[in-house]
């Protein structure tokens, strides 16, 4: 990993009313260890997000949004701007999950446009890519991650990119129970790291954070994190209960 500082990442997709997400946040900060070595990210629906960023004011943990729409402002019913995400608190923003792109038909084109958005408002976008069952059974994983991150990011700076996060998500992994082996982790991060150094250079790539996401545990944290390319996670399910979360984030003081 090097020089990496690890991120985890929680994601509570649409799970918690405000009392429960603030409930959540303010256990999590207090089981959060001193001179930690990683850095935590949650988040919640939007709803939650004014609040849960007052619990976590002092705090080491970011807040993140699930989603944002590309557009500055205007009439468009329903949707989020990344000005919006900012004032309630938000630094981080998550961009294409599979969930979004599988039941929102969200497309590489609108990932674009959503990263340009986060960027230009100074958000961390954090690129979700992965393949699904299907695909890696017809051997298409690297074709299929390859296009996700060129159309993700053309048109974008070395300078436009200095902050991004990727997360790599196989979407067979996702809810399901089943994770990647820490080999099949290792293998799609390292081949997304060296798209990203073809298309940006060697220093973005060596620098670049890629996470892993897709049934991440307590139990296989360690594994996938003692993996080169592999410099954290996207929790889901296991992000929920602050007990679960914890000992994920803590998973350098574990031996498994």
Known sequence: MGLRTPLIAGNWKMYKTCPEAVNAAER?????????NVEVMIAPAYTALFPVADVLRGSIITLGAQNLY??????????????????????????GHSERRQYFAETDEAVNRKIRAAVDASLVPVLCIGETEAQRDAGETFAVLDKQVQMGLEGFSLTDLEQLVVAYEPVWAIGTGKTATSAQAQEAHQYVRGVIEKGFGEAL??????????????????ELMDQPDVDGALVGGASLDPDTFIQIVTYQNKIV
């Open 28 to 36: 999590l900060t207090g089981l959060i260890p001193e001179g930690l």
């Open 70 to 95: 590309w557009e500055a402002e205007g009439a468009y019913t329903g949707e989020v701007s990344a000005a919006m995400l900012k004032s309630a608190g938000c630094s981080h923003v998550i961009i």
């Open 205 to 222: 790539a060596a620098g670049l954070r890629i996470l892993y996401g897709g049934s991440v545990k307590p139990a296989n944290i360690r």
